[in-house]
DNA sequence: CTTGACTCCGTACCTAGGTACGGGGCGTAC
DNA sequence: GTACGCCCCGTACCTAGGTACGGAGTCAAG
């Protein structure tokens, strides 16, 4: 009763929807803490280890780098409500300027497509020639 | 009068605005041609192939990989309106996937935040353990 | 006792798009 | 004639986030 449920680096990998040498990775990184090992040197872990885990993971969707995430879990204030927001609110405006970025790309891209279907078709390949890329997107989503 | 300008593969590299080591790159990937040497074995180049090398950057900057600009450049019908249009046209396609993932990376952390500024504090942290990311971002931008 | 699944470790490899290094040759201006 | 800048080449390195390989040890079932 003491120790409910001890894993096996597959079982925490097959718990969490990783591969195993995603987690050995993640170990490697910091990301996880080193679990003990059985005598024969497997690793053992707890239900804990799923957490921290799965925090990695969503933290990751969620757009931070596992270089963010490693300071966010052994930053120096530990980890701390304020360090999350923190960099919650500057991921927001790095992805901001990431989304507005695309958003130029596409209105570019779109503009050659008008053209291409509006001319009379020789022009099209010249245009991605000779034309520069100074479109201002439309102006700015403005999105807070 | 013949030859009007001969650049060196530094002058290419400046009148484009890339380095030198670049163009190499670009040539060993096939999207530059080899250009002919001089004697003493520097490359050789023309206008015709700064009008080439810009054409490789604004492809990239409209969000062309190299990949698919060698394919644009040396596919089976010489890089023809069609291929170019069905290009951009594909493009447009994964460049709105793009879009819509990061409004939902955005959507999400955004919640995240609301929550962090709402709540006690403790719970903030807590939130990226515990909540499943499964929120569908905003409606769908939906622009064609 | 053997088989098959699992684990250990270190190291190499992958994609994309370059950048840097090092030893050597050329070109020109003082 | 030599100093400085530019060029040659091949190869190694970089970021990010893993994935794969290979030889060896382990565990549980039949």
Not at 90 to 115: F, G, N, P, W, Y
Request: hydrophobic share 35%.
């Amino acid at each position: 009763m003491s120790d409910v449920k001890e894993l096996t680096i597959g079982a925490l990998a097959r718990a969490a929807g990783v591969n195993v040498e995603t987690v050995r990775y993640y170990e490697r990184r910091q990301l996880l803490d080193a679990p003990p090992r059985a005598q024969s040197g497997y690793r053992t872990y707890g239900p804990s280890d799923v957490d921290r885990l799965q925090f990695v993971r969503r933290a990751k969707d969620l757009g931070f780098t596992l270089q963010e995430i490693g300071e966010l879990l052994h930053g120096d204030g530990l980890g701390s409500t304020t360090d999350v927001a923190a960099a919650a609110q500057a991921k927001l405006l790095t992805l901001d300027h990431e989304v507005q970025s695309l958003m130029e790309q596409r209105c570019r891209l779109r503009q050659l497509l008008q053209i291409c279907d509006h001319g009379d078709g020789q022009d099209c390949v010249a245009l991605i020639f000779e034309t520069a890329p100074r479109i201002p997107a439309s102006p700015t989503p403005e999105i807070p």
